[in-house]
């Protein structure tokens, strides 16, 4: 399975030792884990989740993620305007593709397909897994939200 995966390398000589993680991790992982690498506090604003306990092997790891998401808003030039506005939504299992206001997707079946080359988007016998991960993806939405400020009612 772990073929399948983009790696990440982390090393810091005397601290780190050597060892493999198949936790599905984002990016977003990186920007809590540096500063609590360099002792620096974690600011509250940020969304990843700190892979320093895991690299140092402290403690029991965090539960590990279900899914991934990622997002793409037209970051290239050469798009125009409106350009594509996509989702990603990836498990162990699936992946999901969102191409928002093109009513098209892309949703693949990782274990029987893992080259992706089989878009089963359309196909009836996956409505299931694409209604499951839609929902997903759509709270994954929600939850990428800014966490600051806070959101509270004075009542």
């Known amino acids: 399975m772990a073929d399948r995966f983009t790696p990440l390398s ?6 780190i030792a050597p060892g493999i993680c198949d936790d599905l991790t984002v990016k977003v992982d990186l920007a809590p884990t540096l ?4 002792g620096e506090p974690v ?3 940020m969304q990843g989740r700190s892979l320093w306990p895991l690299l140092m092997g402290q403690g029991e790891p965090a539960a590990p993620r279900e899914d991934v998401y990622c997002e793409y808003y037209n970051g290239m030039p050469w798009h125009g305007s409106p350009g594509p506005k996509l989702n990603m939504l990836r498990t162990e299992t699936h992946k999901l593709v969102v191409a928002h206001g093109l009513e098209a997707g892309e949703l693949y079946d990782l274990e029987a397909d893992p080259q992706e080359t089989h878009n089963r988007w ?8 694409r209604m499951e991960l839609l929902q997903r993806l759509c709270d994954r939405m929600a939850w990428t939200v800014d966490p600051l400020p806070p959101r509270q009612s004075d009542r």
């Open 10 to 15: 982390v090393t810091q000589q005397g601290t």
């Open 35 to 38: 500063p609590e690498a360099s």
């Open 43 to 45: 600011w509250p604003g």
């Open 122 to 129: 359309q196909d009836p016998a996956y409505a299931p897994v």
